[in-house]
C-alpha cells in the first residue's frame, strides 16, 4: 500500500487592484454579469465570464427555473455559449464572482462539481490551460488551470 497526496495550486488577492490588466478586466465582467442573473429561487446571483484566445470576453449568468434542475449555472451557460458561438475559438480564462441583494459576496463562490467537469471539457478541446479567477469582494483566487480544481479529471473519451 502507498500513501499519496495531491496538493493544489492558487495564488491568492486582496484587490482588484492587484490583478494584471486581462484578470482584473475579466473579473469586473463577471461581477458585471451578476447582474444578468436569473435567481428567484435563490436570490444568489452568479456572474461568469470567458475569455478567448484573442482577448474576447464574453458572459453568462445563472439561470433559474420553477422546474429546479432546468435551471443552468453561470459557469455552463458562459462555456456553452462560448462554444456554441465561436466553435473554433480556444478559451483561456473564466472568471467567476456570485452577489446576494446586489452586494459582491466577500468570499468567492466555488464552482459546482458538474460546472469543474464542463470546464475541465473546454480546457481539453481548447488545447491550453483555462486559467479560473474565483472572486470576492475581500479576496480572489487564481488558479492556472482547471486540473487545480479537479484533481484526477475524467478525460478519457
Ligand atoms: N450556481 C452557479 O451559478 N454556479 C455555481 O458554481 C454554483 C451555484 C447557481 C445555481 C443556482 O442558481 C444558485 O447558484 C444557487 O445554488
Do not use: H
Not at 462554444?83 to 473564466?94: E, F, H, L, N, T
Not at 463562490?109 to 474565483?134: F, H, N
Request: hydrophobic residues 45%; contains cysteine; aromatic residues 8%.
Amino acid at each position: 500500500m502507498t500513501s499519496k497526496e495531491i496538493k493544489i495550486a492558487y495564488v491568492e488577492f486582496d484587490s482588484l487592484m492587484q490583478l494584471d490588466v486581462e484578470d482584473r478586466v475579466l473579473a469586473q465582467a463577471a461581477i458585471a454579469a451578476t447582474g444578468n442573473s436569473y435567481a428567484p429561487y435563490s436570490n444568489f446571483n452568479v456572474g461568469a465570464a470567458v475569455m478567448f484566445e484573442d482577448g474576447e470576453v464574453i458572459k453568462g449568468s445563472n439561470q433559474e427555473n420553477a422546474a429546479y434542475p432546468s435551471g443552468l449555472c453561470a459557469e455552463r451557460t458562459a462555456l456553452f455559449y462560448a462554444s456554441s458561438s465561436r466553435p473554433d475559438k480556444a478559451i483561456k480564462a473564466i472568471a467567476i464572482a456570485a452577489a446576494q441583494n446586489g452586494t459582491l459576496c466577500s468570499t468567492p463562490a466555488t464552482p459546482c462539481g458538474a460546472c469543474r467537469q464542463v470546464m475541465a471539457q473546454y480546457q481539453l478541446k481548447s488545447g491550453i490551460p483555462m486559467r479560473v479567477l474565483l472572486v470576492g469582494a475581500d479576496v480572489i483566487w487564481r488558479f492556472e488551470k482547471v486540473d487545480d480544481l479537479l484533481p484526477l479529471i475524467f478525460d478519457s473519451i
